[in-house]
């Protein structure tokens, strides 16, 4: 059933409406653990009724095996691309003037690996959203998360709270695009729940807010026509979490966002994080001070993930099934 499903998937990189993205790939610390704890998407389309629970962790998804460990105070770095596989540069990650802010949401839950996002409290611990841009005439001349994480190569750097309690959590980055939300139910949300195990030794619990729930379709962030002129805007959801991060629209690339390659790590510049072991279930180990990462494991796909295709640069190794081609664009762990 999962190998049909990935190989719908594959079908629709080659053929689907360009512009739609998906959230596919993790760094930790300037490491590339590709989608080895990404609950992936079916496709590359929206989920545009913000109460459906689809807006947790994105229409059909379920959870994976794996899960990625991080250290609290680390930088990790999300990578969104308009095509499953497809890491270059020279494409826009999200494009077709789909303008609006950039967030991320992180929920602690019992076992990352089985938990249903729909249930979670989620607080934000990023928020990439909007900025004036003073010699513009109309919101999409305007400074916007999106913008920026076309700028840089669909990534953006975000540091997991220093002071989170150990355990398991979801991370969802979440890209909010705008250019038809004049009208109810015309904002696009593209998100991806990221499995992940928080090592250390704090103790914050943050308070959250319920997805579906926090977003209402009439919200000024979300119901908001970006083609006329801005005063402001007001990024949906709650405020970023005090240990969290922002990124001012508009500003440049920094750390991994700015110099990780895929198929390159581990990065010579992580950005900021703490020391610490990074390991996933598939037997990958990094170990990182923030500034640097050395990778001491074979970086191996989860099963059912993509592990080869044209202009694909990530885990080429499986660390169950065998890597099997479904068509020239797209490889299986199957």
Known sequence: ??????????????????????????????????????????????????????????????????????????????????????????????????????????????????????????????????????????????????????????????????????????????AVALHTAASSGGAQFYMTCFQLTVTGSGSAKPAGVALPGAYAASDPGILVNIHAAMATYVAPGPTVYSGGSTKSAGSPCIGCASTCTAGTSPSSSAGSGSAGSVTTAVGATATGTGATATATGACKAALYAQCGGTGYTGCTACASGTCSALNDYYSQCA
């Open 1 to 174: 059933m999962k190998s049909t499903l990935y190989a719908a998937l594959a079908a629709l990189g080659a053929s689907h409406v360009a512009a739609h993205a998906t959230f596919q790939d993790l760094w930790i610390s300037g490491v590339d653990f590709g989608a080895s704890c990404a609950r992936l998407p079916l496709s590359n389309s929206p989920v545009t009724v913000v109460t459906s629970k689809d807006i947790a962790c994105n229409a059909g998804t379920s959870a994976v095996s794996n899960k990625c460990s991080v250290a609290a105070g680390t930088t990790v770095t999300v990578e969104i691309h308009q095509q499953p596989g497809d890491r270059t540069c020279s494409n826009e990650a999200i494009g077709g003037s789909h303008y609006g802010p950039v967030q991320v949401y992180m929920s602690s839950v019992s076992d990352a690996s089985t938990a249903d996002g729909s249930a979670g409290s989620w607080f934000k611990v990023f928020a990439d959203t909007w900025a004036k841009n003073p010699s513009g005439s109309t919101g999409d001349d305007d400074f916007w998360g999106t913008k920026d994480i076309n700028t840089c190569c669909g990534r953006m750097d975000v540091t997991i709270p220093a002071d989170l309690a150990p355990g398991d959590y979801l991370l969802r980055p979440e």
